[in-house]
């Protein structure tokens, strides 16, 4: 393995201590996101008139009246309904 110069080692420290902040912060602003899908339409199944839904985080749809994704696919924010 390579050796690297000891700032190298501090900088490389500094930068990991950062990451697991940033991660901390992300997950505070995660709870911040309602986790309500959002209406985005409405749909006609078998005659009827259903909502359909978006991820309230990156608005990707999840679902529908009769079925909804429990977590976004794409971001995989919890959805509750
Ligand atoms: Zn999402």
Redesign the pocket.
């Known amino acids: 393995m390579k050796q690297y110069p000891e700032a190298v080692w501090k900088k490389l420290e500094e930068i990991e201590l950062a990451m697991e902040e940033g991660n901390n912060l992300l997950f505070e602003l995660d709870k911040l996101i309602p986790q309500e899908p959002i209406k985005t339409g409405v749909d006609i199944y078998k005659g009827f008139f259903i909502d359909t839904f978006a991820?309230?985080?990156?608005?990707?749809a999840?679902g529908d009246d009769m079925i909804i994704f429990p977590h976004?696919?794409?971001?995989?924010?919890a959805i509750k309904k």
């Open positions: 991820c309230p985080k990156c608005g990707r999840i976004c696919p794409a971001c995989g924010k």
